[in-house]
């Protein structure tokens, strides 16, 4: 069901949300969006550098896609800051909603993930590293959809 008559009648025509890759990662994310618990990502400005892919903008909406294939929500996002990813702070560890505690387990977590064959191979860098000089995007949202059957 959708909760904010701002929502288009379709919303499959929005751009699609993936966070991370499909599979148990994924899961766990999508769950803390649905949930309220989760209310920020951070990408690598790379990324969007190389699909010549525009920034996200407060107000920008978009479908969240399950590891099924299937749109789960509609978001839309509130804030976008581009920083070193050594400038990254605890409240936006936070409210990425995995349960950090520290910005050291956050950072751990996602050097991780982004050193990571997906990522690397996305990137077309099998020695792709971040470091505090790293331009990271900071994107906060809210879910403004459920799209889920039933709700």
Known sequence: ???DPGVPMDPLSLPRSEFAFPGPLRDRLVAAILDGSKTATTSLLIEYEREREP???AGDRSVVID???CPVAVIEVTAVRVVPLGEVGLDHAVAEGEGFATVA???TAHETFWHGEGIREALG???FTVDDTTAVVLEH???VGDL???R
């Open 1 to 3: 069901m959708i909760s």
């Open 55 to 57: 920034l996200p903008e």
């Open 67 to 69: 590891s099924e294939d």
């Open 105 to 107: 387990g956050w950072r």
């Open 125 to 127: 860098d099998p020695g």
């Open 141 to 143: 949202f809210q879910v």
């Open 148 to 150: 889920r059957p039933g």
